[in-house]
C-alpha cells in the first residue's frame, strides 16, 4: 500500500519495479497518488506572485504513473480518480494546511532565497481573485489504482 508517497519520488517506476520484486503472483498494490493540476490554485497565484520561481510541487501524469506498472510486469485492476476541493478563509491557512501534512517543495527551480513580505503579499492577493462564498479553493486531483502481480 502507499498512501501520498508515490508523488515524492522522481521515477514511480522505482516504486513498481520494486513491489514487483517483493509480491507473490496475486499479490496486489494499492496506491493513492497525486495528479497534475493538484493544488492548482495555489500554483496560478505564486506564478502571479514570483514567475521566476517554482513554489508548488510537480506531480509526474497518469500515464507516466500506469507506464511505470506496466513495464514493472503489474496488471491495473481498478483505477480511479476524484478531484477534491478544499477551502481555506485566508492564504496562510491554505498555505498552513498543506505543509502540516508534510509537503514541501521538492522541485528544481523553487526559490533558494526566503519568501519577503511583498511577494508574500503578492501571492496573497493573486489567489484572492479566485475566492468563492465558500472560501480559498484548493483543489487535489487523486489517482487511485490497484494492481496484481501477474
Known amino acids: ?15 513498481f519495479r ?3 520484486r517483493v509480491l507473490r503472483p496475486g499479490g496486489r498494490v494499492l496506491v493513492t497518488t497525486l495528479l497534475p493540476g493538484t493544488l ?4 496560478r497565484a505564486w506564478k ?7 513554489h508548488v510541487n510537480r506531480f509526474a501524469p497518469e500515464k507516466q504513473i500506469t507506464g511505470g506498472l506496466e513495464q514493472a510486469g503489474l496488471k491495473m485492476t481498478w483505477r480511479q480518480t476524484l478531484a ?3 477551502h481555506y478563509p485566508d492564504a496562510r ?3 498552513r494546511a498543506v505543509k502540516d501534512v508534510g509537503a514541501h517543495n521538492m522541485n528544481p527551480g523553487r526559490p533558494a532565497r526566503l ?4 511577494r508574500w503579499q503578492a501571492f496573497e492577493h493573486a489567489w484572492e481573485q479566485v475566492r468563492t462564498a465558500r472560501g480559498l479553493p ?3 486531483h487523486v489517482l487511485f489504482l490497484e494492481a496484481i502481480k501477474r
Open 18 to 20: 520494486e513491489s514487483a
Open 48 to 54: 502571479q506572485a514570483d514567475p521566476e520561481g517554482v
Open 138 to 140: 484548493l483543489t487535489y
Open 93 to 95: 491557512t491554505g498555505a
Open 84 to 86: 477534491e476541493v478544499c
Open 115 to 118: 519568501t519577503g513580505k511583498a
Open 40 to 43: 492548482g490554485e495555489m500554483e
Open 1 to 15: 500500500v502507499s498512501n501520498f508517497a508515490l508523488q515524492w519520488l522522481p521515477d514511480p517506476a522505482v516504486f
